[in-house]
């Protein structure tokens, strides 16, 4: 694994100073997403790379609950750029577990 995990949790105090995306459908995007994410679809932003992402940028990946973030960012960081997988997805961010 080339790539670092980031709780959803720890992301609060970086929101707004992050390149967040948010690879979910369009669909699953418009029913609530975490403050400041970019909606770039799972197979728009792996068919399509470079038209996204920069290589020398960082970029934190979120889908719903981590395991589509987890296989992009794999796929980003075999092809070279610097990913952040955001563990826990945008379901954790907006319910998180009772403690």
């Known amino acids: 694994m080339d790539y670092n995990i980031l709780s959803v ?3 609060n105090g ?3 100073e992050i390149d ?3 690879i ?3 669909y699953e995007y418009k ?3 975490i403050p400041t994410a970019k909606n770039i679809p ?3 932003i792996l068919n399509n790379t470079e038209d996204y992402l920069e290589e020398d940028k960082e970029y934190y990946i979120v889908c719903q609950s981590g395991g589509r973030s987890s296989i992009a960012c794999a796929t980003l960081s075999s092809k070279g750029y610097k ?3 955001v563990s826990g997805g945008t ?4 319910h998180p577990l009772e403690k």
């Open 31 to 33: 029913t609530g997403h």
């Open 42 to 44: 799972m197979s728009e």
């Open 20 to 22: 967040l995306i948010d």
């Open 83 to 85: 990913v952040i997988n």
């Open 91 to 94: 379901s954790s961010y907006f």
């Open 14 to 16: 970086r929101l707004g």
């Open 24 to 26: 979910r459908d369009e």
């Open 9 to 11: 949790h720890d992301l």
